[in-house]
């Protein structure tokens, strides 16, 4: 049997935090991230009563080598759900499991305590969108840092797909305005982006438009062991203004148009 993986220092508290505020978490980490040490983490935490159940569709022995617990493990595939003979409190992993439909009864019952995880860089943005809107709470974990999402998110009213479009549009002004303010990595810049807009962006959207950026000699980054942090190149600090002023006045131009159309029509 394996050694039980290094517990992730803080996570316990993220985990803790989004089971307080809804027993249904969903978690989304990077290839990076030692996930096993996580779900050990979790699992640790059960209550006297509580059994523990693995859902997943590798091999029970595969996974179940992964863990030295202190109590039994269950570990079944999706398909033997109808199976379980207890249904009630279970502290569960739903790992990688595509659809949901026939996990409805367990994440549905309030006396289980439900975490699914995925890697978010294997997700397609459709289906990430999808498993955002089936769980009230949500954890992003990068090697660097781990947040727990404040739940629902307030958009004073904007339209999901407006938000969504206009943010991924214009992802370089967005990145420019943030690393002008202050150096970042592109998981810092991920995590501001999700907190403030809701919108989840994968790596390989961030890092692409990074190198992009810094070839057009905009950004320039430091590179340690752990992560890249980009900040304006030298001497480009002016240019970068004036790219966000324009886009700022821009904008204001196009807003006014759309209102000064909106109002002739009423």
């Known amino acids: 049997m394996n050694t039980k993986p290094p517990i992730v220092p803080g996570i316990e508290a993220i985990l ?3 089971i307080v505020k809804s027993r249904h978490a969903l978690f989304l980490y990077t290839s990076l ?15 006297e009563n509580e059994q523990l159940l693995y859902i ?3 091999e029970p022995s595969a996974v179940q080598n992964q863990f030295e617990l202190g109590q039994k493990l ?16 279970l502290r569960m992993i739903i790992d990688g499991v595509e659809s949901h439909e026939k996990l409805n009864s367990l994440t549905g019952n309030e006396n289980n305590t439900a975490l699914c995880m995925y890697d978010l860089s294997r997700l397609p943005a459709q289906m990430v969108r999808e498993l955002a809107a089936g769980h009230s ?9 781990a947040v727990l999402s404040s739940g629902l998110f307030d958009r004073s009213g904007a339209a999901d797909e407006t938000i969504d479009r206009l943010v991924k549009e214009y992802l370089d002004i967005v990145i420019l305005s943030l690393v002008a303010g202050k150096p970042m990595c592109g998981t810092d810049i991920m995590d501001i ?9 994968s790596p390989g959207t961030i890092y692409p438009l990074l190198h992009k ?7 320039e980054c430091d590179c340690n062991i752990k992560k890249k942090v980009y900040k304006p190149a030298k001497g480009s600090e002016a240019h970068i203004r004036d790219i966000l ?3 700022l006045l821009a904008n204001e131009f196009l807003s006014g148009f759309v209102k000064s159309n909106t109002s002739k029509g009423e």
């Open 16 to 18: 803790e935090g989004a």
């Open 33 to 47: 991230v030692n996930k096993y040490a996580i779900q050990a983490s979790f699992l640790a935490s059960s209550r």
């Open 56 to 58: 997943t569709e590798k």
């Open 74 to 89: 269950l570990v079944i595939h999706p398909e033997n759900i109808g199976s379980l003979k207890i249904t009630d409190n």
């Open 137 to 145: 709470r949500l954890i992003l974990n990068t090697p660097d840092m």
């Open 193 to 201: 982006v999700h907190r403030n807009f809701n919108v989840l962006l």
């Open 213 to 219: 950026l810094k070839k057009e000699g905009l950004l």
């Open 245 to 247: 002023d324009g886009h």
